[in-house]
């Protein structure tokens, strides 16, 4: 039984593979002529010769990322005071300096 289910586990797998074929598409900026002019008898003869380029193209498959455009809208969080539980604070001290001066403090 295990035997069957290991066999049928690689033939799935061997069937999700795929290979793209290459195929032809006609590359006109390759094409070549040959335009040939006569004169037969005292009427003028034209004669081409064109030979059509083709290229074999094997598709890239890939998996191509698209970017998904998001937008955030920030909502501020309440403030409910220090996070530490302190609830008194210092002020500084009111210092009297003019320019110039240094200030010490004690």
């Known amino acids: 039984m295990q035997i069957l289910a290991v066999l049928l586990v690689c033939l799935a797998a061997v069937n999700a593979y795929v290979v793209p074929a290459p195929y032809l598409v006609r590359t006109p900026a ?8 006569d004169r037969l008898g005292g ?3 034209w004669s081409t010769v ?28 309440p ?14 001290a009111q210092v ?9 403090v004690a």
């Open 50 to 77: 064109e030979g059509h380029a083709y290229a074999a193209v094997t598709p890239v498959v890939q998996r191509v990322l698209t970017p998904v455009g998001v937008s955030h809208h920030a909502i501020p969080a």
């Open 79 to 92: 403030y409910y005071g220090y996070p530490y539980g302190l609830t008194q604070f210092v002020a500084p």
């Open 43 to 45: 009427n003028f003869a």
């Open 96 to 104: 009297d300096a003019k320019a110039g001066q240094a200030v010490y």
């Open 30 to 37: 390759h094409d070549s002529a040959i335009i040939k002019s």
